[in-house]
């Protein structure tokens, strides 16, 4: 969404003395330096939702700026940011456009004292413990590379592991002689104690980590605090994947008991493309290292990626934070869950249909739902959807399936999923 956002002409007034005037409550105002028309008034009154019903959750949906009659089930791919986030980015590069210098020093405070600390008190976390990434691509790479082993050592991953929590683990095989060993897991999950059962039969005397996902591409959700717990009673790292639990559900770091763990913000959080971070426990730091800091300490661990940031994008951090916190991660919980489950109502009505996510919370995530149709191609169905009824979705050809991905977020209505379901009944 934010490549909509291009320069214009600054408008008559600065959204300050815009509000200071009392034109705020005007039905739609312009941004300056943004060519888009929000309606300020409705951005400004984003409230609490109650219960779990579209109704309950109409003044959420007017907060985000989607194109008239496109409907997006893609959220796992890449979120879909309100506009209020949409509006920080612009902000911030408005800062550093009109006044570089202070501009972006006031980013660089804003990120340090505000954006940090509000990342680690969401996900249980101290500040000086979450260092900011473009993604969780690169915080898995850091934390791979980071990790201390020596040729022959011993890394457990699993075989539902996305490619980016993959290929770390590839390199340091080819260069280093890391030995990487992986553990099928079936899709769906059979369950909690199996998926433990699985890690923990592969650990051998060689072993110095394990690394996994917290809930997989197709939606399957490790029992992560398990898999810890196990791991630590035999002395082991665990390196945790969680671009896409984040921001699905409750989170607490320190709670779950990991030595890291990887995010990406723009995904369930929906906040600016580009943004993530990498979580290092404190406890941990003596056995993961700096891929940058020549010098390192335990105080001083020098995870940070140097070099010049993109300070407005990571600022509207901020923005994301706040909008979701408002919610509530218990209450984008419990909507995310109740749109799939509507949703898997629904597609166990249609012919053909062979549902794939899992069938309890424990082991399935609220939002994302995997589905095979036969004779439907799940490639083929992503153009089809766009082309037929403008909805955007996924594919999942892996784990030998060919299914498809629908990722339902708190915007989504049961009219939407209706329409999707139309549409997937005559495919």
Known sequence: MLNRFTEKTESKFSRRSFIKTGLASAAVATLPGCDSQIDVQVRRNLKKPVGIDDAGWKNVRSQFILDKGITYMNNASLGMPPAVVAEAVCKGYEAISKEP?????????????????????????????????????????????????????????TTQE????????????????????????????????????????????????????????????????????????????????????????????????????????????????????????????????SAFAPDPTLEAPGFDPPGTKDFPVRAAIGAALDFVNTLGLENIENRCRSLSDYLKAGLAEIKGVKLLSGHTPEISAPGSTIFEKEGLDAIASVPMMEERIKTHIDEHQRDSHNAIRISTHVYNTKAEIDRLLEALAKA
């Open 162 to 289: 996305h490619p980016a929590g993959h290929r770390p683990w590839m390199f340091r095989k080819e260069h280093e002689g890391v030995r990487v060993k992986e553990v099928f897991i079936p899709s769906p999950l059979d369950s909690e104690d199996d998926v433990v059962s699985r890690v923990e039969e592969a650990i051998s005397r060689k072993t110095k980590a394990l690394s996994f996902c917290h809930v997989t591409r197709g939606g399957h959700r490790y029992p992560v605090k398990k898999l810890v717990a196990m791991a630590r009673d035999r002395g082991l790292l665990t390196l945790v994947d969680g671009a896409q639990a984040a921001g699905q559900f409750p989170i607490n770091l320190h709670d779950l008991g990991c030595d890291t763990y990887a995010v990406s913000l723009h995904k369930w959080i929906l906040a600016p493309a580009g943004t993530g971070f990498l979580y290092v426990r404190q406890d941990a730091r003596k056995r993961i290292r």
């Open 101 to 157: 210098l202070h501009g972006k020093h006031d980013l660089q405070d804003n990120i340090t004292k505000e954006v940090i600390p509000n990342l680690a008190k969401t996900f249980g976390a101290e500040a000086d413990e979450i260092v900011l990434t473009r993604n969780a691509s690169e915080a898995l790479h850091l934390q791979a590379i980071g990790l201390e082993l020596k040729r022959g050592d011993e890394v457990i991953i």
